[in-house]
């Protein structure tokens, strides 16, 4: 089975994902050089769309590294990290028309063997909830979460595949992973 982890930063994604890894999920991770995150951080103008390319390049090539692929959950898909996350920077003017078109290119490629998914676990929680759980998180993410939250209202919309959402505002998932 194939699962996409999806929803807003903070939602409980990594979590759920590492909860699943423990009943014998490979897991598919969210992950970037550690240099060039803090280069993000400090500079989101100049490095926002090479964090982004990283992070789909990161996420297909663990896909391919894969020995078992038949219990995956991804912690968020490629086609996330640019239908939210590179429309919602170029929106706020961390990357320009031309670099958002290249993105596009790249995603649609990468995605080409990579499998679509028999569920698409959508977690979310409340705006308030999500805002105290992103405090940590850069500045280009915390001040745009109104527009990531719209940005995936539309794409879970949109999905054909199937959809189960949960809202885990006043729940940890620990618990509710214990209750099975």
């Keep these: ?23 014998g999920y490979s897991v598919v991770r969210e992950s970037a050089p550690a240099p060039l995150f803090a280069n993000f951080v400090n500079d989101p103008q100049q490095y926002c769309a090479e964090v982004q390319e990283a992070l789909m390049r990161s996420r297909h090539s663990q896909w391919a590294a894969l020995p078992n692929r038949k219990k995956v959950v991804f912690d968020r898909s490629i086609d996330e990290d640019f239908s939210i996350f590179c429309r919602m920077h170029g929106m706020s003017g961390l990357i320009d028309d031309e670099t958002l078109q290249k993105l596009d ?49 539309e794409w879970i919309l949109g999905r054909r595949e199937s959809v189960a959402k949960l809202d885990n505002s006043r729940c940890q998932l620990e618990d509710f992973i214990n209750a099975f």
Excluded: F, N
């Design 105 to 153: 290119i790249l995603c649609r490629k990468l995605q080409e063997d990579m499998p679509v998914p028999d569920l698409i676990l959508y977690l979310s929680a409340d705006s308030d909830t999500l805002a105290g759980r992103i405090v940590g998180h850069p500045k280009a993410i915390r001040d745009h979460l109104g527009t990531q939250l719209k940005l995936y209202d």
């Design 1 to 23: 089975m194939i699962i996409w982890l999806s929803g807003p930063t903070g939602a409980g994604k990594s979590t759920m994902a590492g909860l699943l890894a423990k009943v």
